[in-house]
C-alpha cells in the first residue's frame, strides 16, 4: 500500500525537519517543498524533496498534482523578530504573500486540510497569564502581525471554500531530535538555548542576556520552553484529528511551565558542566516579560501532552550539536 502523503512547506527548517521525521514514522510520506533559503537539504530524510519557493503558486499547483497529498502542514516562513522590524517588507511578502499563494494552490487543487505554523508572538504582551487562546492577539512586531493577519487568512479560505485547518500557536521551540538525527542549525542563530550552548562551548565569547531588571522573580525575562519533538508529534496529533473530521481550531502549544534566563542558563552549567560566560546588556526591545501557555485545549483536542520538554532533557538532546558533553 502506498502510504499517504503530505505536504510540508519549509520541511528543510528547524521545526518541518523534525515535523517530517515524526510524520514518517506516524506511516506518512513527508512531501518537502522548500526554497533553502534558511533550511537544510540535508535535514530532508523522510520523503521526497522539491525546490521550490511558496510565492511561486503554478509550482505548487504542479508539486499538489504530482504527489496528491492529503493534506499540507505550512511552516515555510521568516521567523526572525528583530530582522521583521529592521524589513517588514520581507516579512508581509514571504508570509502574507506566500500564505495567499499556498491557499490559492489549495483551493485550485481542493486540497482539504492545512496545519499552519503560528506563533506567540501573535499575543503580543498578554496581560492576563497563562496566555489561552481567547487572549487578545496584540501582536508588537511585523513577523508577530503577519503571523496574525495569515490565521486570519486562513480563517477566512476556510470558510468560503470548506478547508478545514489546525493553526498552531507555538512558544519557545528548542532542543533537537532526542536520537540525533536533527538539531538546531539556524544562520544566524538568535535564540537563547542554542547561544548559551554555543557559549558554554566558547564557540562565541560569552551570552548577552538582554535586561535582569525586568520585575520577574530574578529579573529576567520568563518563557515557556517546548521541545521541538513534542512540537513534531503536535502536528501528527493535529492531521489525525482533522482526519476524523475534527473543525477548525487555533491552538497554543507549550508546556504551561514558565522559566527565566537565568534558570535556563543554570541548567545548562549543571548539565554541561560548563558555566555559560554571560555580559548583561539592555533589555531588547519587543521583549515581553513573561510568556508561558495554557496549553489545555491542544491536550483537550489533541490529546498534546509534552513529553520531552523537562529542561534538562532539551539540554541534553541540543548540548551535543554544540560539541559539549552532557552529564546523566
Ligand atoms: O542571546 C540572547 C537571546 C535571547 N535572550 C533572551 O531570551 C529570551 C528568549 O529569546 P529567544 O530569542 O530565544 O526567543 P523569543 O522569546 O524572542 O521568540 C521566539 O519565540 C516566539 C517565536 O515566534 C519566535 O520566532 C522566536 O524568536 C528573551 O527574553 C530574550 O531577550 C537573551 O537574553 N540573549
Redesign the pocket.
Known sequence: MIAPRILVTGGAGYIGSHTAKFLRLAGIEPVVYDNLTTGNRSAVRWGPFVHGDVLDTSRLIDVIEQYRPIAVIHFAAS???GESVADPAKYYNNNVRGMLSLLDACRATRLGKFIFSS???TYGIPKVLPIDEATPQQPINP?GKTKLIAEHMLADYGAAFGLSYVSLR????CGADPEGDLGEWHDPE????P?ALMAAAGKIPH?????DDYDTPDG??I?DYVHVADLALAHVLAYRYLENGGGSLALNLGTGRGLS?KEVLRTIGERTGRAVPVVFHQR?SG?PPV?YADASLAHRSLGFLPQFSDLETIVRTAAPFFGLEVRS
Open positions: 521567523a526572525y523578530v506563533s506567540c508572538a513577523y507555538y512558544f519557545n521551540a538568535t535564540h537563547l538555548i547561544r551570552l548577552e542576556v538582554f535586561g529576567t525575562c518563557r534566563i531588547r521583549d510568556l
